[in-house]
């Protein structure tokens, strides 16, 4: 997908479930760290494979833990978001670096399915997850979870603003 904004929604829709058991800001802003690769390509004409190590499930999950590292140290800036979204937000250093890793991994698995160039298994070629469905439904897709999402942290603050209305 091109850099990025598309992942944003099946992420957060993947991750919101598992509540305090995964770092969400760790785990979508994974698909902004992740696309630095592609980007350095693109925009900046480095010598790299748009799609190279990071875009693969042997390299990218080991910067996606070092990226939920970083996230861990974010912390107090993402503090204020997710309080404004409602969310409940106390990660552990555990669960960030968890949370980069399965991130990148759950990127990767999303490009891989329209990107010819991604080598699942870097340095191995071959990426048996190709047109597993149509590049039109991918998008599709990710619409749709965008949509939801956005529902979900929607809905779930109303009901936590009712919640508290109504609690003495």
């Given amino acids: 997908m091109p850099l990025t904004p598309f992942h944003f929604g099946p992420s957060a829709l993947v991750a919101l479930p598992f509540g305090q058991r995964i770092d969400l800001p760790a785990f979508v802003l994974a698909n ?9 390509a693109l925009f900046f004409n480095v010598p790299i494979a748009i799609h190279g ?7 990218g999950p080991l910067v996606g833990a070092l990226w939920g590292w970083l996230a861990w140290q974010l912390r107090p800036a993402f503090a204020p978001i997710m309080r404004g ?3 409940s937000y106390a990660p552990t250093l555990f669960v960030s670096v968890i949370s980069g890793a399965l991130g990148f991994a759950f ?4 490009d891989a399915v329209m990107h010819a160039d991604i080598k699942l298994l870097w340095p191995l070629a071959g990426n048996p997850l190709l047109r597993l469905i149509s590049v039109s439904q991918l998008y599709q897709l990710t619409i749709w979870a965008t949509l939801v999402a956005i ?3 929607v809905l779930r ?8 209305k109504i609690s003495p």
């Fill in 157 to 164: 603050a109303m009901w936590r603003r009712l919640g508290k």
């Fill in 151 to 153: 529902s979900a942290i």
């Fill in 53 to 59: 190590p990071l875009h693969s499930w042997t390299i």
């Fill in 107 to 110: 990127h990767v698995l999303l």
């Fill in 85 to 87: 979204l409602r969310l």
């Fill in 32 to 40: 902004v760290v992740i696309d630095l690769e592609p980007a350095a």
